[in-house]
């Protein structure tokens, strides 16, 4: 135990931020890392060419996690892409569905998750599009994981942006709040009258570690 705690103290300190899919390999001296996941934003629907608008993407859903690893273990991070806004006009279409960010360790088994948003329905002759639905978070998580919690994504806004909810972590709201100011999982604004639908945010994986 004596040499267990002091593997902890003197383990080194770092964060790293993944904003495409690829694989991490565990520091030396790393035995335990926190993670934030956050999925795509899914697009917004195109407008009717003459009266109405297209529905807003729903924002990606936002977990977080602790897990016990070793050095050298291999993980694989992947980033959820934003989805596609759809095209306005007089056959107007759907925003694409954003896509699920997570980690997974050797085994296949999910560290953590976060569901991409869905996107917006297209505007028609007689009625504005229907907001895309919020990103779910993962579940059935592997044995390491020792601590996790998360929030669904927010629906979509109509005709602007939806944001990632903010967890209340602290230092951490802070740095979700400015991931917001940079659309990062964001649903994509519903095409307004004869226009397209807005792209939503890419995804985004934070692992971090050294308490």
């Known amino acids: 135990m004596i040499s267990t705690l002091h593997t902890y103290e003197k383990q080194s300190h770092g964060v790293q931020i993944f904003t495409s899919s690829q694989n991490w390999i ?14 795509g934003g899914g697009g917004g629907g195109g407008g009717y060419s003459s009266t109405y608008t297209g ?17 050298g273990l291999v993980l694989q991070v992947l980033v959820g892409g934003g989805g596609s806004g759809g095209t306005g006009g007089a ?6 569905a954003g896509g699920e960010s ?4 050797p085994n296949n088994l999910l560290l953590i998750a976060a569901g991409g948003g869905g996107g917006g329905e297209a505007a028609t002759s007689s009625a504005n599009g229907t907001n895309g639905s919020g990103g779910g978070l993962g579940y059935f998580l592997a044995n390491e994981v020792i601590s996790s919690f998360g929030l669904n994504g927010n ?18 709201a802070i740095s ?8 990062v999982g964001s649903g994509g604004g519903g095409g307004n009258v004869n226009a397209n639908g807005g792209p939503g945010g890419n995804g985004m994986v934070i692992i971090w570690w050294g308490d």
Do not use: D, H, R
């Open 55 to 71: 529905g807003g993407g729903g924002s990606g859903a936002i977990a977080y996690a602790e897990a016990m690893v070793v050095p």
């Open 102 to 105: 997570f980690v997974v360790n």
């Open 176 to 183: 979700i709040t400015m991931f917001n100011y940079l659309g």
């Open 155 to 172: 629906g979509g806004a109509g005709l602007g942006n939806a944001p990632v909810p903010i967890l209340p972590l602290g230092a951490v």
């Open 26 to 39: 565990v520091p030396v001296g790393v035995y335990k890392i926190k993670m934030i996941a956050i999925g």
């Open 91 to 96: 056959s107007p279409t759907a925003g694409g």
